[in-house]
């Protein structure tokens, strides 16, 4: 496979490019002639095997040459701004022969008010609505530092153009796919919770520091530095003993969820000095050894390196190939790998000074013959739908894994939730229960999960006990008709069911599956347990992100979810696609710690070179100023801008009309970097007062990246969002049409919405998938149904 990544940045294409570079494509990375080099730790990080190529787009001969590539790879990316993949039509190049698959990846899609805008990750993160749920109530919100928005995006990317290129390998005349994505979109796809709280209940989710809001997990210190916890009710009792008090497991403020939230403060209080004197290993270790609840810690990035479960489970990889200092150097390797198979490697980044040579050898070849289904102007495919023919097993639960199987599901998957009786709760739940919409009083509570419905459309659903021999044995026979199998289950929990990997292949040589627990299948903490709030301390995230360095962060938004329900969605196409060529199926081993460290990836690269610990910036930026989060009009309202280079710098003083450009402390580069504190004042001074919105627009207008920092009730109607068509109305069942977050990605200009199915209800299709895939006569079905073995209502 080969691939034309076409960046002048190191961002999401960058991102995609690497994971193609990883599992084995041939990746020419094409630059324009002038652009800025990127960061030492960027480019190792990012660009390791790629073939380099120097082509300026801008000019009709650069544009020549990148077509005569682009008609020798199978996939064509950029991540070039909306402005020149439109006005150069960069999408086109190649003309009607290959790639098959061409894809743009920019901050705001290819049409809209804001197509041709800039954008910054902090400027997608305001408007995409993650901004304004971190750091603290009555503190300005906090920026996540890094590249959340493009290496999902790049993620994204990547699985989709792997849906694409299956697709057309199963027809005879495949036409070209266009695939457009949008990062704001993608991101505002990214909440957990956020939506449904506003859609349903009318309640906007905010700030609180470094607490989650729905139960007690957050971050606290301790001897020698910070320890995390994820303190779900199940998790209460062993922790209870865990503190020394069994006197707090019942009769207590302290027994229930709620009366935990309730007394937050003492309760914090009272954790924090029981473990005062623990180092934060020692709490990790004992709580998931000894006791087994969702603990983690703050890591640095030298504890991330030193990890001994990182270390044993092969994560660190060498880099093939490099001299110097970087042949010292650890990168951060798959977060998933096909178990007994050694790991991918991990190359060193070619030098940039010419081209690489293999290009020269490429472009001296004739290009392939004209895809004559191309040519001949027949219909595309359906937009939408390439995996249409692909069958996948749900067994997932909370965020990670639905989400995952959301995405194959939005892609034409036929995704067959497999779930337990007893998996969306009691038949009967008492009032007021949040988590149900109307408070769980309307009829089948069970069914009106609004988190549930969100995650779980485009599905059908199949209840069955797998704890019965004859609810197996009708699983192994839906695995024997079924591509890929995905749970995100304790690693004991297959294997208890005796449905661990040996069995699922016996049934099915060719079957994908991917489990994906919380620190992968092996390794010294395979056993231990994770949530997303105890395991974001541990990625290395929070030595980067807080007010000050005394002041650390976490973003209270269960971050590694949707890391790991991403990078799970490119695993199991990952698989797909090797299966495609090779025929063999595979068990890949999915880490979700792992998958969270890829974020940081950059960045524990550069403490290597530099042997120093980052500083935590707030709001600022290393490199760039003015780079922020300034106060507007109202009690908590916001907005995110930057000024990358002089021409940005010169834009935002013209329109703020301050003289801002005459003060010599301003004047150049350096001097807004060494001045950035008062830098800050002055725009938190004409900020101030103005309305975030139309603010946004006049610094947008001329070319200065911004984002009003946007609440669920306003990024839920976001008027470029609503230009695009990029909410889904889908019926949930038992309810009218609801607003839901769509999908990032258009095909071919659609986004594929007419064939989307709502969340189905608890066992809706039992009699369709039991009698008619499988096929068992109707009145074993029934039977099945008269034994409990398979259900449409909660046991209970």
Request: charged share 20%.
């Amino acid at each position: 496979m080969r691939v034309l990544e076409l960046s002048d940045q190191e961002g999401a294409a960058a991102f995609a490019g690497k994971l193609f570079a990883r599992w084995g494509a041939e990746v020419f990375k094409a630059e324009s002639v002038d652009r800025t080099p990127p960061a030492p730790a960027e480019n190792v990080y990012l660009n390791g095997g790629k073939r380099r190529v120097t082509a300026d787009h801008h000019t009709a001969a650069g544009r020549a040459r990148l077509g005569d590539l682009a008609a020798r790879c199978d996939v064509m990316l950029t991540d070039l701004p909306a402005a020149e993949v439109l006005d150069l039509g960069l999408l086109d190049v190649g003309g009607p022969r290959a790639p098959l698959v061409r894809l743009s990846i920019t901050p705001f899609g290819l049409s809209g008010p804001y197509a041709r805008y800039p954008a910054t990750e902090a400027t997608l993160l305001a408007l995409g609505g993650h901004t304004f749920l971190m750091g603290d109530p009555g503190r300005e919100p906090l920026t996540m530092p890094g590249h959340y928005a493009a290496y999902q995006a790049g993620s994204f990317a990547y699985t989709a153009a792997l849906a694409a290129l299956l697709q057309a390998r199963r027809e005879s005349a495949p036409a070209p796919r266009r695939l457009e994505l949008s990062m704001i979109e993608c991101l505002v796809g990214l909440h957990q919770m956020t939506d449904t709280m506003w859609l349903t209940n009318g309640h906007v989710r905010s700030r609180h520091g470094n607490r989650f809001e729905s139960s007690p997990g957050t971050i606290l210190p301790c001897k020698d530095g910070w320890f995390g916890m994820s303190l779900v009710p199940q998790f209460w009792m062993p922790f209870a003993l865990m503190l020394g008090r069994p006197d707090l497991v019942e009769g207590h403020q302290f027994s229930t969820n709620a009366g935990r939230l309730e007394h937050r403060d003492a309760f914090e209080a009272l954790v924090q000095q029981t473990f005062a004197d623990w180092t934060k290993q020692r709490v990790f270790t004992e709580g998931q050894e000894t006791w087994r609840v969702a603990v983690g810690y703050v890591a640095t990035l030298a504890d991330c390196l030193a990890d001994r479960h990182l270390a044993a489970r092969g994560f660190w990889r060498p880099l093939n190939g490099a001299t110097g200092s970087e042949a010292a150097l650890r990168v951060p390797g798959s977060p998933f790998r096909f178990v007994g198979e050694p790991p991918p490697p991990e190359h060193a980044p070619r030098p940039r000074d010419a081209d690489d040579p293999g290009v020269a050898e490429l472009l001296s070849q004739p290009p392939p013959a004209s895809d004559a289904g191309a040519e001949s102007g027949r219909p595309t495919p359906p937009p939408a739908r390439p995996l249409a023919g692909v069958r996948l097993l749900d067994l997932t639960r909370v965020w990670a894994g639905p989400l995952a199987a959301r995405i194959l599901a939005d892609l034409g998957a036929d995704v067959i939730a497999v779930e337990a009786p007893i998996g969306r709760g009691p038949a009967t739940v008492p009032a007021g229960t949040s988590t149900y919409a109307a408070g769980g009083q309307l009829a089948e509570p069970w069914n009106q999960q609004p988190l549930f419905n969100k995650l779980h459309r485009n599905r059908r659903s199949l209840c069955v006990d797998l704890k019965t021999a004859e609810g197996r044995a009708l699983f192994l026979r839906l695995v024997a008709a079924s591509d890929v199998v995905i749970e995100n289950f304790s690693v004991r929990a297959m294997p208890s069911l005796g449905l661990g990997y040996a069995q699922l292949r016996a049934a099915n040589p060719r079957i994908v599956y991917v489990s994906m627990p919380a620190f992968g299948g092996g390794g010294p903490y395979r056993n231990y347990v994770g949530y997303g709030p105890s395991l974001e301390p541990m990625i290395g995230l929070t030595a980067l992100m807080g007010y000050s360095d005394d002041e650390p962060r976490v973003t209270a938004t269960a971050l590694v979810d949707p890391m790991a329900g991403v990078t799970a969605a490119a695993a199991a196409l990952t698989a797909l696609e090797r299966r495609d060529r090779t025929g063999r199926g595979a068990h890949v081993d999915l880490s979700q710690y792992e998958a969270g460290l890829a974020l940081v990836g950059e960045a524990l690269v550069a403490y290597q070179l530099s042997g120093r610990e980052p500083q935590r910036f707030g709001n600022a930026h290393p490199t760039i100023a003015p780079h922020g989060v300034y106060r507007c009009e109202g009690p908590d309202d916001w907005i995110a801008l930057a000024a990358r280079d002089k021409d940005e710098w010169r834009a935002l003083c013209t329109v703020a009309e301050r003289g801002w450009e005459s003060d010599p402390r301003f004047a150049d580069h350096a001097s807004r970097l060494m001045h950035r504190e008062a830098l800050d004042a002055a725009i938190n001074t004409w900020t101030d007062g103005q309305d975030k919105l139309a603010l946004m627009r006049a610094l947008l207008a001329t070319g200065v990246p911004a984002g009003a920092i946007l609440a669920s009730n306003e990024y839920l109607h976001e008027p470029h969002l609503e230009a695009r068509g990029y909410f889904a109305e889908v019926r949930q069942p038992l309810t009218e049409p609801q607003r839901f977050d769509g999908s990032p990605l258009r095909w071919d200009g659609e986004r594929g919405y007419a064939a989307w199915l709502p969340a189905p209800r608890l066992g809706e299709h039992n009699v369709e998938v039991v009698g008619d895939l499988l096929g068992y006569p109707r009145e074993e079905v029934a039977r099945l149904q008269g034994t409990g073995v398979i259900a449409n209502r909660p046991l209970q």
